[in-house]
């Protein structure tokens, strides 16, 4: 199969319902796809370039927060994208 025909790779990221409603905050088209109704830890696939928006949005989002309370789930997000490999 030509390469550009090729399916994009994603992978599997773990995350609680908390986790989720972060991520569906930051970058809300991927809302659908959060199973932000869900509770407990749910894997949801991402592909390198989603993983990549999350992190930049998420890192925007950190330098505009001042509470620690608010701050913590996107610095979260920072660093499980960092471990995913996309940093």
Do not use: C, H, W
């Not at 894997?43 to 701050?71: H, N």
């Amino acid at each position: 199969m030509p390469r550009s025909q090729e399916p994009e790779r994603t992978y599997p990221v773990k995350l609680t319902q908390a986790q989720r409603k972060v991520v569906a905050e930051v970058v809300p088209e991927l809302a659908e796809r959060l199973k932000l109704d869900e509770p407990d830890q749910r894997t949801i696939e991402f592909t390198v370039a989603e993983l990549k928006i999350i992190q930049k949005k998420a890192t925007a989002d950190t330098r505009l927060m001042t509470s620690a309370t608010v701050k913590a789930p996107s610095a979260f997000a920072n660093r499980f994208f960092t471990l995913a490999g996309t940093a």
